[in-house]
């Protein structure tokens, strides 16, 4: 299984790569970043390689959209949008992480699904017309938005699980938990991801 994360310049580390880090748990997997241009800067400079493009993302199993400081440059960039319009929650789970909620708001993605977003977007994806929840994690069907940078493992529970099934995400967590806190850091992303998977997923 492939799983893809938007990473454009200007991007939250605490976003992409803690996402990246928990889903690298698991062998097998195969985890990507995926950028307009073959190198990105983040927002406190920290520049990384993309590994692949936007057009080999909107194949994936399933994509994360990082977000980051230039998010409002992206949903105006005509070319990187064109490409995100490949993107199809019918064939591949979205999910995104802060800002990125925005992306997925003005590919349209978002009508009649509520989101969660960070306090700064907040106002940005109500514009765009999406009903914005004061919770870190909600997921309906294939689409998944997170608030806050380090609601970033909830994104990434989320995608194991429905991928693997939820001893692979239990398991992705446990790895990266604080020693001596990890049954509860288990408890507390289960606890925020469960009640959006599907049945399937929480008996595998």
């Known amino acids: 299984m492939h799983t893809a994360i938007l990473t454009f310049d200007g991007y939250n580390e605490l976003d992409s790569l803690i996402a990246l880090g928990v889903l690298n748990r698991l062998p097998g997997s195969r985890v990507s970043i995926a950028s307009p241009t073959p190198r990105v800067t ?13 057009e080999e993302a909107c194949t994936a199993d399933a994509v994360i959209i990082g977000s980051g400081a230039k998010t409002r440059e992206v949903v105006e960039d005509p070319a990187i949008m064109g490409v995100l319009r490949g993107l199809d929650p019918a064939r591949q789970l979205l999910g995104a992480q802060c800002s990125g909620t925005l992306v997925l708001a003005k590919l349209g993605l978002l009508e ?10 907040k106002p940005w994806v109500l514009a765009a017309g999406v009903e914005v929840l004061n919770q870190p994690f909600f997921a309906r069907g294939t689409l998944a938005t997170a608030g806050g940078c380090l609601a970033s493992t909830y994104l990434a529970t989320w995608v194991l699980a429905r991928l693997h099934g939820l001893e692979a995400a239990e398991h992705a967590m446990h790895y990266v938990a604080p020693v001596g806190e990890k049954d509860e850091y288990v408890e507390r992303a289960l606890r925020n991801v469960t009640p959006y998977l599907e049945p399937a997923a929480i008996s595998a």
């Open 112 to 121: 009649d699904v509520p989101a969660c977003t960070d306090l700064t977007t």
């Open 42 to 54: 983040s927002m406190n400079g920290v520049t990384i390689d993309a590994t692949i493009g936007l």
